[in-house]
């Protein structure tokens, strides 16, 4: 399936991370050009760069600092002249202390991961759409957690962060659709397994998989394959959704 991606301008953020890394593989395959973010792994996201092959560009991006975003964006208008692709994959980890709970955790920790994930992927979202709305094509995607509809005991901010996202997305479909052929979408990837997690993954009871139709958690690739889908030319008609990739939970 030809997805359309040759030439296009992807922007991955968090792609040194565990899901980061195999969606920005994706996209470099069908030939797009990859932009790169990172927090602080400047020479992990150096060295994806080099192993990809293509045209790539490495940029450093905080979901809490504003000021980052507009650099990003700057910085990616300067090198290609176009943005085509946003995938919001970067996310700041956070819950309830160990032993604690949501109504006892420091205000400052709650704080910035509700902030940061939702206000930080709103900043760049918004920067990057009038150029999208300049060429009449575009696509969102974002990453979002099964925390924000099955819940999880620690898990209360980052899933109101993901829920609130939820939110966003919907709405902005139909903002979006008015000015041509932008599409905007979540994917809900579950617990999955990546390069960085397996010390959690594995020790994973067999009664939680069992509760998976497919018996089994989805690999970090299994995710990117959706995602990038859903950002190309192939994807003519979804938008304003939900999906989730969780093996069927």
């Not at 991006?61 to 975003?69: E, I, K, Q, R, V």
């Amino acid at each position: 399936m030809d997805m359309g991606l040759a030439g296009r301008t992807v922007i991955v953020t968090g792609a040194t991370g565990g899901l980061g890394d195999p969606i920005a593989r994706r996209f470099a395959a069908e030939g797009a050009d990859v932009v790169l973010t990172y927090h602080g792994a400047a020479e992990k996201a150096e060295k994806l760069a080099a192993d990809l092959g293509g045209r790539t560009l490495v940029a450093r991006f905080d979901l809490g600092d504003p000021s980052t975003a507009r650099d990003l964006i700057e910085a990616v208008i300067a090198w290609s002249g176009r943005i085509d692709v946003l995938v919001n994959n970067a996310v700041r980890w956070g819950s309830a202390q160990p032993g604690g709970s949501f109504d006892d955790t420091p205000e400052d920790l709650w704080q910035r991961v509700v902030r940061d994930n939702i206000e930080g992927v709103l900043t760049l979202s918004r920067l990057v759409v009038p150029h999208m709305r300049e060429r009449g094509w575009g696509r969102l995607v974002h990453v979002s957690s099964s925390i924000a509809t099955q819940g999880m005991a620690g898990g209360e901010f980052y899933g109101a962060a993901k829920s609130a996202l939820h939110g966003f997305n919907r709405s902005a479909a139909f903002s979006l659709g008015g000015s041509g052929d932008i599409l905007t979408n979540v994917v809900s990837p579950g617990l999955t397994r990546t390069a960085t997690n397996g010390h959690i993954v594995d020790s994973v009871p067999e009664s939680y998989l069992e509760q998976i139709p497919l018996g089994r958690l989805l690999t970090a690739e299994e995710i990117a394959a959706p995602v990038v889908f859903l950002a190309s030319a192939a994807n003519t008609g979804i938008t304003g959704q939900v999906i989730a990739v969780d093996g069927g939970c």
